[in-house]
């Protein structure tokens, strides 16, 4: 089946530091990929995405590059700040035909940026 | 604005209750989604639902039941709360042929 796996935990970089927080996909189908972002007391909400191979992603100084020969989208940030800190998920979403096609998340990676 | 909305925000029941937990969107979106999020487990799925009358179950539905009788409105029924059950519950809707999915602001449920 379809499955998503990014960086476990928590990652805690200091402000100014660069970010890369992985994200490897697996499925049969072609995909659609995306991040959403966390914050304390709130709901998960879009972060970027990008719907075909070779598509980069961006929000926020943060990128994310589609390949397609990895299976990969992982999140970078060249200088993250405090107020970047949040849980982000990486998940797919492919498209069966005319069907929907329902969101596949990772378990998500802590993002604890220090002052 | 449009916007989904979550009741209650806190919830604390005993197990072998029955609890229902609402959600409400004004977009007129047409899918909408139940999930569960646990430390180490990220964001499960529970059910979903594409339309009016449409319920389907996601990869945790066990102990779970939804109904659509309108397009706003997806709740989410757990039958006999179980320890095993408290978590926090967000629901979120997606207009058809789109990719974003908006979040509410999640129910935090505990079952002593």
């Known amino acids: 089946g379809d499955s998503v796996v990014q960086t476990e935990g928590q990652v805690l970089p200091s402000e100014g530091d660069s970010l890369i927080v992985n994200c490897s996909y697996e499925?049969?189908?072609?995909?659609?990929l995306f991040w959403y972002v966390q914050y304390p007391g709130e709901g998960p909400q879009l972060h970027l995405k990008?719907?075909?191979?070779?598509d980069k992603g961006r929000n926020k100084g943060f990128e994310a590059m589609y390949r397609k020969e990895t299976t990969s989208f992982h999140l970078e940030k060249d200088s993250v700040q405090e107020s970047d800190s949040a849980v982000y998920f990486c998940?797919?979403?492919?498209?069966?035909?005319?069907?929907?096609?329902?969101?596949?998340f990772g378990k998500g990676t802590k993002l604890s940026v220090k002052p | 604005d449009a916007e989904i909305t979550q009741s209650p925000r806190h919830k604390i029941t005993e197990t072998g209750r029955q609890v229902t937990l609402a959600c409400h969107q004004t977009?007129?979106?047409?899918?909408m989604f139940w999930y569960r999020q646990d430390l180490g487990h990220g964001l499960r799925l529970i059910h979903y639902?594409?339309?009016?009358?449409?319920?389907n179950k996601g990869e945790v539905s066990d102990g779970y039941s939804v109904s659509r009788s309108n397009t706003e409105d997806l709740p989410l029924t757990l039958e006999s709360a179980a320890s095993s059950q408290t978590s926090v519950y967000f629901c979120?809707?997606?207009?058809?042929?789109?990719?974003?999915?908006?979040f509410g602001p999640g129910t935090r449920l505990t079952v002593l």
């Open positions: 998940a797919l979403r492919r498209f069966y035909g005319g069907s929907q096609g329902n969101l596949i």
């Open positions: 639902s594409y339309g009016v009358q449409d319920t």
């Open positions: 499925t049969t189908q072609y995909p659609s």
């Open positions: 990008a719907m075909k191979a070779n």
């Open positions: 979120a809707s997606r207009a058809g042929g789109t990719d974003t999915q908006y």
């Open positions: 977009w007129n979106h047409n899918n």
